[in-house]
């Protein structure tokens, strides 16, 4: 048996592993290619989102929006201009979808992502629309004091009639659904509500009072099942002693907040909501703002130079602080973007925290829209929309 010796030439290789120690090194090339992009894009985010700018650039501008008289509101992906003759749904160029006319006296407004309703405080007309134009009309007995909109139309109205007031939850067309009674010497006088997405969840927060001392009743109703001869839709109470709670909204069909003048209360539960959580706020609350993602604060005590912006999740997890210096009688949380304005002044910050803008334009801001793209956003005045862009 002879023994088989294989010479390989000089330079000769593993062809195997040369194709293994080719794609190795692409594969660390590609790596640190993909880590270069992503550390230049990370700096120029920092650089942009990082920083307060002073100035806006104007970089377009549309036409005549309104009158002295109008009043504007977010709507879906647009803005509605309202009067007292009449409402119009205009898109972020300032072009109308549709126009409503009427006559209130004192008209308000309530939104959601898909419905809102126009009502004449202390009278008796209703308007509900949605993104198409007037899904329908409602009349009243009795004068009205505040209405509430679900996302399908659906409207609870609270009345007023004299010791008794009235809640009454009406469809888009103006048909009355549910009828409820509410005598000040029981449950208390209604003084805010909110009506699930749905329209079949409704919670009242009554003052009243217990054991001697003011307090709010908070109360669930649940409508789903449609029965009108029900005595009673109550599917949840609960009694907060020395507290006043105006205001209130359903985040989901699961999910509820209650605000009161020094907390708020997180409520769950599609069928019987509870509460999960309670958070206190330690310092006055000068203003609250919301979307679905967070809830909002500026908070102030007597005799502070500073104020505090103070951002929570639905969870009620403190998310953000900051303190400004100013006065701001319009606040609010669009995409990420908490916007502060009075008259010409304007602060914008993110819901990290960033001061994004500071400063005065030359014009009586209605409402401010925050805009695809870098530091893009819309101003809305009496004279028109202008699209800007933030500045050194």
């Not at 004091?145 to 009235?166: W, Y």
């Not at 925290?353 to 500071?358: H, L, R």
Request: aromatic fraction near 10%; charged fraction near 25%.
């Amino acid at each position: 048996m002879g023994i088989h010796i294989e010479v390989r030439k000089p330079g000769e290789g593993n062809v195997d592993d040369k194709i293994k120690e080719y794609k190795k090194k692409v594969r660390i090339q590609n790596m640190i290619t993909v880590c270069l992009i992503m550390a230049m894009l990370l700096s120029t985010y920092l650089l942009v989102e990082v920083q307060t700018y002073g100035n806006m650039h104007k970089m377009q501008e549309y036409g005549d929006v309104g009158t002295d008289n109008s009043n504007y509101a977010k709507y879906s992906d647009g803005i509605i201009k309202y009067s007292r003759d009449g409402a119009a749904y205009l898109d972020k160029k300032g072009e109308e979808k549709w126009n409503q006319s009427y006559q209130l006296q004192n008209p308000f407004i309530n939104t959601n992502d898909d419905a809102l309703v126009i009502g004449n405080q202390g009278g008796n007309d209703l308007y509900v629309f949605n993104e198409k134009g007037l899904l329908g009309e409602i009349h009243t007995n009795y004068p009205i004091e505040d209405a509430v909109v679900a996302e399908n139309g659906i409207v609870s109205v609270l009345l007023k009639n004299g010791m008794t007031p009235q809640i009454i939850c009406y469809d888009a067309a103006g048909n009355i659904l549910i009828e409820h009674m509410a005598a000040l010497t029981g449950i208390g006088y209604p003084i805010g509500m909110a009506l699930s997405p749905e329209g079949t969840m409704l919670q009242v927060s009554y003052y009243c009072v217990e054991e001697g001392v003011g307090a709010t009743r908070v109360v669930y109703y649940d409508f789903k099942d449609g029965d009108t001869d029900k005595e009673s839709y109550q599917v949840a109470e609960d009694i907060y002693k020395n507290v006043v709670i105006p205001e209130s909204f359903f985040v989901n069909s699961r999910k509820s907040v209650l605000i009161g003048d020094s907390s708020f209360m997180i409520y769950e539960g599609k069928e019987q909501p509870t509460l999960i959580k309670t958070v206190e706020i330690e310092k006055r609350i000068q203003s609250v703002f919301y979307d679905k993602n967070y809830i909002g604060f500026v908070l102030k005590n007597a005799g502070e130079e500073k104020a505090e912006l103070r951002l929570y999740n639905m969870n009620g997890e403190q998310k953000m602080s900051k303190t400004f210096i100013g006065e701001y009688s319009n606040i609010s949380i669009s995409d990420g973007n908490v916007l502060m304005f009075d008259g010409g002044k304007c602060a914008i910050f993110s819901s990290l925290g960033v001061q994004k803008f500071e400063g005065e334009v030359e014009m009586n801001i209605k409402e401010i829209l925050p805009l695809t793209g870098i530091n893009m956003y819309l101003l809305i005045s009496n004279d028109g929309m202008e699209e800007v862009r933030l500045v050194k």
